[in-house]
């Protein structure tokens, strides 16, 4: 089933831990991905016009960008925190 993404990321906010979060992130672009095989669908039976699901999916793969910039952030800010307190590479 694919859950609504905001609310996703909402729930993602309330945990305890970065990695935490970065989970809930991962599912979020997990649900996209299965917003975005839906919009193919109703594109195919005739639902939804070429011309909407091109900017759907624009729109949803600009969303799919954001959040995996910010796992990436968060990724990153994890290797930051090691005892060296330099990235690791």
């Known amino acids: 089933m694919c859950r609504f993404n905001p609310s996703i990321i909402a729930e993602g906010c309330s945990q305890n831990s970065d990695t935490e979060f970065k989970r809930f992130l991962e599912m979020a672009v997990g649900s ?19 011309e909407n699901l091109e900017n759907l999916i624009t729109d949803l793969h600009c969303l799919q960008k954001q959040v995996n910039s910010v796992i990436s952030e968060k990724s990153n800010s994890k290797k930051l925190t090691a005892k060296s307190q330099q990235p690791i590479t």
Do not use: D, R
Request: charged share 20%; net charge negative.
């Open 32 to 50: 996209s991905f299965e917003l975005e095989t839906q919009l193919i669908l109703c594109n195919e039976i005739g639902y939804i016009k070429n």
